[in-house]
């Protein structure tokens, strides 16, 4: 398969001969032209790939500290099988990452990659991904995006090797505060004489 759909050439050079070969010099004018032979095939079925994604997240309004878990479904709806496929997902830079569980292949979250050796026809697989969020999340929505970035045979149809969701952290907090003395002094109150007071802040 990772011949793919190209021409494909295969040359054939002498390197070495016991007697000197009088026409492997350049300059003879007539330069390596009879040292070397090619030919080309060009695989006349080509097989190709149509593999797709979907990607969804368990909490799309979670709060700083809350964990937050994101499914990527590989599907293969053909009869064709696949091979040596690569998934791209790298975390967003907020998220702190926390683990992972595939049920097949394995997850690097250094560079965000999931490599699947293999998807046969009609099945589908998937790769679990465990982060916390961090305050650097912000207020805004945060998107995370997975990408198919490689396979054999090449698959036919980029449109659907892609798939994004997002999350927005929730930044809406609700306080109260109180204030009284604490301690109860008698009505009439000195220069001089100690005071405190208790303030309260709930959330």
Known sequence: PSCG????????E????LLYDSDSTPGNGDP??????????????????DLSLTKTVDNATPQVGDQIMYSVT????????????????????CLTFDSWQASAGTYNP??????????NPFTYMNVVIFATVTSSCGCVVVTNTADITASLPPDS???NNQASVDFTMQCDVDLS????????LPDTFHYGMPQSYLVDVEN
């Open 177 to 184: 505060i109180s204030k009284s003395p604490d301690v109860i």
């Open 157 to 159: 149809n980029p449109a």
């Open 110 to 119: 250094n560079n965000g990659e999931w490599t699947v050796p293999s998807i």
């Open 32 to 49: 390596l032209e009879d040292d070397q032979a090619s030919v080309d095939f060009t695989m006349s079925l080509c097989p190709t790939a």
């Open 5 to 12: 759909c190209l021409s494909i050439t295969n040359t054939a």
């Open 14 to 17: 002498i390197i070495a001969s």
């Open 74 to 93: 590989l599907t293969n709806p053909n009869s064709t099988p696949a091979t040596n496929i690569t998934v791209t997902d790298v975390l967003p830079s």
